[in-house]
């Protein structure tokens, strides 16, 4: 689904990362760690095609991201969901509307009306808030929010930067809950996060790898946690 | 034509949710509106300097061109028999539709605006006036007047090209300044909307942000922009066009006779429908700029 080859990023002259080579099969479910400012969130979105590598190739769904338009990103990004690590919203809009945002902006708005989304916002929990303003939500509210909108599309593969940054343990378990449940429902997931004890608490209940980034490189860290 | 399909589909489609993606703007818009009808109201002026300009350029150019004056400046008692004289020949002279002899009343009111309706001309040694008319060939100016200065010494001809030619001039220029200032409001227009375009995408680069995150094509998030500029342009400039027209409608008017260039200021005709065309082109001016603008911005994002 996603492919790095040999991938380099430097902001500015300094690298980041290098020689970076990974692999994201269908159905996968991987954990990125790895210390603050190793490139995480770099790496997260060279994944989505917010970043061009510096060096070596970036391939989703097997095209090269280097040769894609403009257009074809935002095709790109109605295909692969993310929970960025500050969700961002249209805060003139009500909850219900930011995570029907992708569906209206690809032209498919009449599904926004439909039950799915009434469905959707009962599995993250935010049927009552569906008509408040996204400031007004809280911290948690927002990530599940933020999901749900990178969901709504049914993409093939989920990527998390970061996804139980602001909330409490209980939350964060219900949001990994979530990402579970869409792996087994076929999804690739990719979860950037530090908190290793979250890595834990996953590996009983789904194949996880875990790859952390150390010295700007990548090394599957399996077997050691 | 794809500006003109553009436009219209931006125009006759309803507030859709990709119109309320870009937060509602209160006071720029409204600075949007504002500028574009002072825009329309000063273009409706300039068409009406333009028009009524060249309207005067080709009345003066016509009328003028065939017609001639000659003046017989005899002692009183001759004056009869000169203007004889010079009406014979004229008879005579190719290219001359007509020619008569204007009255003592006519001369009279020619005068009257310097020296009063109850001037009496007989004590004065006014010049006979004859007023030639042409045939659309026009006659030889230089042979006539060698003619006269034979026959009948005391006329001179006046063919009206020493005063006419830079009346016309001044007309056609005035023309073409009206016409010039008609495409720097419409060049002002687009750099107006320009700025308020730049403006209302840099305020809301959060909002086109998280638009391309959720998979917005630039298209799509351009038509929220442009729909906003091009609806304000064109309100905008169709309240600035019939408050112009109003005013030109209630410019004092001469009579027809005495309508010099000032009170000849206006339209005529169907002249009245050219204003109509300012909203839809300063509808149009605003959907270019504001395509441009966006288009030059969202190429600038990640």
């Known amino acids: 689904m996603i492919e790095l080859e040999n991938v380099a990023y430097s902001y500015g002259g300094a690298e980041l990362l290098s020689d970076i080579s990974l692999k994201l099969a269908p159905g996968s479910f991987h954990f990125l760690t790895g210390p603050s400012g190793s490139g995480k969130t ?44 500050d969700c961002q919203f249209l805060n003139h809009l009500s909850v219900n509307e930011n995570i029907a945002l992708p569906l209206n902006v690809s032209g498919r708005g009449a599904e926004a009306q439909g039950e799915d989304l009434g469905d959707l916002l009962n599995w993250v929990g935010l049927n009552e808030r569906a008509k408040a303003l996204p400031p007004e939500l809280s911290g948690g509210e927002r990530q599940r929010a933020a999901l749900a909108r990178a969901v709504i599309m049914s993409p093939d593969i989920v990527l998390a930067d970061e996804p139980t940054g602001n909330v409490d343990w209980e939350m964060s378990q219900r949001l990994l809950h979530l990402l579970i449940e869409l792996n087994r429902m076929g999804k690739t997931v990719l979860i950037a996060t530090h908190d290793l004890s979250l890595i834990r608490a996953t590996k009983s209940q789904v194949q996880a790898r875990v790859l952390r980034i150390a010295n700007r490189r990548i090394q599957l860290a399996g077997a050691d946690l | 034509m794809r500006v003109l399909s553009g436009l219209t589909s931006v125009l006759l489609r309803a507030e859709t949710q990709a119109d309320r993606v870009v937060p509602p703007s209160g006071f720029t818009a409204q600075l949007t509106l504002f500028a574009a009808g002072a825009m329309a109201f000063l273009a409706v002026f300039a068409l009406a300097l333009s028009l009524a300009s060249g309207r005067l350029a080709q ?244």
């Open chain 2, 59 to 302: 009345q003066w150019g016509a009328e003028l061109a065939r017609t001639a004056t000659i003046r017989i400046a005899a002692p009183l008692e001759q004056r009869q028999a000169q203007t004889d004289a010079a009406l014979r020949i004229l008879e005579t002279t190719r290219g001359v539709d007509t020619a008569r002899a204007l009255s003592d009343e006519e001369q009279a009111a020619l005068l009257a605006p310097w020296f009063g309706a109850e001037l009496q001309l007989d004590e004065l040694p006014v010049p006979r006036l004859i007023e030639v008319i042409e045939t659309s060939e026009g006659m030889d100016a230089v042979g006539l007047r060698l003619r006269l200065a034979a026959e009948v010494p005391s006329a001179v001809l006046d063919d009206h090209s020493r005063w006419r030619a830079p009346l016309v001039k001044a007309a056609s220029r005035l023309r073409m300044l009206g016409w010039a200032s008609i495409i720097l409001i419409g060049a002002v227009t687009a750099a107006m909307v320009t700025l308020a375009a730049n403006a209302a995408l840099a305020a809301n680069a959060q909002v086109i942000a998280v638009l391309r995150l959720v998979g917005a094509t630039d298209d799509y998030i351009a038509r929220a922009f442009i729909r906003r500029f091009t609806l304000r342009a064109l309100i905008g400039a169709a309240v600035g066009m019939v408050l112009g027209m109003i005013a030109v409608l209630f410019l004092p008017s001469g009579g027809d006779e005495a309508a010099s260039f000032l009170t000849g200021l206006g339209f005529q005709g169907v002249h009245w429908l050219v204003p109509l065309m300012i909203p839809p082109l300063a509808a149009g001016v605003a959907f270019v700029a504001t395509r441009l603008a966006a288009r030059r911005t969202l190429e600038g994002l990640s």
């Open chain 1, 42 to 85: 770099t790496l997260m979105k060279l994944c989505y095609g917010a970043l061009l590598p510096t060096a070596g190739y970036v391939r989703i769904f097997d095209t090269d991201v280097r040769s894609l338009s403009r257009d074809d990103v935002a095709m790109l990004r109605r295909r692969v969901g993310v929970v960025h690590q």
